[in-house]
C-alpha cells in the first residue's frame, strides 16, 4: 500500500510498516501544502493513505471526496518513542484484513 507520512510524524516512522511504500512530505517536495491540496497531490500520485498526528482533518476535510484514507495517531507527543507502540495497531488497519478504505478515518490510540 502506498502511503505517506504527514509532515507532523518522524520520518523514521517508516521502518515500522514493513511491506509498504512509504513516502514523507518533505521527500515528495509538498511540504508546506496545506492539508487540502495535500490530499488532492496524494490523489494524483497514487498514495492511499495519509498517516498523520492531525486530529483535526477529520473535521477540516472531505475525506470522502478526497479519495484517500487517513489513520491518525494520537498520543502524547510527536515523538518516535510515543508513536511506535501504536504501530501494530496502525499495521492491523492497514493489512490484507484491514478494511480501511478511501474516505476513511481510523484512530489509533494507546
Same mark, same amino acid.
Given at each position: 500500500? #502506498?502511503?505517506?507520512?504527514?509532515?507532523?510524524?518522524?520520518? #523514521?516512522? #517508516?521502518?515500522?510498516? %514493513?511491506?509498504?511504500?512509504?513516502? !514523507?512530505? %518533505?521527500?515528495?517536495?509538498?511540504? +508546506?501544502?496545506?492539508?487540502?491540496?495535500?490530499?488532492?497531490?496524494? !490523489? +494524483?500520485?497514487?498514495?492511499?493513505?495519509?498517516? !498523520?498526528?492531525?486530529?483535526?482533518?477529520?473535521?477540516?476535510?472531505?475525506?470522502?471526496?478526497?479519495?484517500?484514507? &487517513?489513520? &491518525?495517531?494520537?498520543?502524547?507527543?510527536? #515523538?518516535?518513542?510515543?508513536?511506535?507502540?501504536?504501530? %501494530?495497531?496502525?499495521?492491523?488497519?492497514?493489512?490484507?484484513?484491514?478494511?480501511?478504505?478511501?474516505?476513511?478515518?481510523?484512530?489509533? !490510540?494507546?
Amino acid at each position: 500500500m #502506498r502511503i505517506l507520512l504527514d509532515e507532523c510524524v518522524p520520518r #523514521r516512522l #517508516r521502518r515500522e510498516l %514493513p511491506g509498504h511504500d512509504v513516502h !514523507t512530505v %518533505p521527500e515528495m517536495g509538498w511540504s +508546506g501544502k496545506k492539508n487540502g491540496e495535500l490530499l488532492q497531490l496524494m !490523489t +494524483g500520485d497514487g498514495f492511499a493513505v495519509l498517516l !498523520t498526528v492531525d486530529q483535526s482533518m477529520r473535521h477540516q476535510q472531505n475525506l470522502q471526496a478526497a479519495g484517500v484514507a &487517513v489513520v &491518525v495517531l494520537v498520543s502524547p507527543s510527536n #515523538r518516535l518513542p510515543d508513536l511506535v507502540p501504536l504501530m %501494530p495497531a496502525a499495521l492491523a488497519s492497514l493489512g490484507s484484513l484491514g478494511s480501511i478504505k478511501p474516505g476513511d478515518v481510523v484512530e489509533i !490510540t494507546a
